[in-house]
């Protein structure tokens, strides 16, 4: 990875996975390998280029790889990394932190 990263560890963290489809990607593939159609399923109304586009983008910030099957139709099969494993427990605080709130407003 050969991005300039900013010296605050929360701005890092930020600029690697604040978009919501970058999170949403992370928790279905905290479950395992997910194929593209799979993925697209989970997450719901996400088009094929934005979903696309990030899972480039976290391929290249070491987040996940990426597999390709040489087979017609072609599979392409989508992995965490372990950079990508290592955000399991910023997933877990988010959970508990969310599931506390929405019991605090009563939802």
Request: glycine share 6%; net charge positive.
């Amino acid at each position: 990875m050969e991005k300039d990263l900013p010296a605050c560890p929360v701005e890092t963290t930020l600029m690697l996975i604040s978009d919501r489809w970058k999170v949403l990607i992370i928790r279905d593939l905290l479950d395992g390998t997910k194929r593209f159609g799979e993925l697209k399923k989970s997450i719901g109304h996400i088009t094929q280029k934005v979903l696309t586009a990030n899972l480039r983008d976290m391929e290249a910030s070491g987040l996940l790889t990426r597999k390709v099957y040489a087979e017609v139709p072609p599979r392409v099969e989508y992995t965490l990394t372990e950079t990508g494993y290592s955000l399991k427990p910023t997933l877990d605080a988010m959970v508990a932190w969310g599931t506390e709130y929405r019991a605090k407003a009563g939802l």
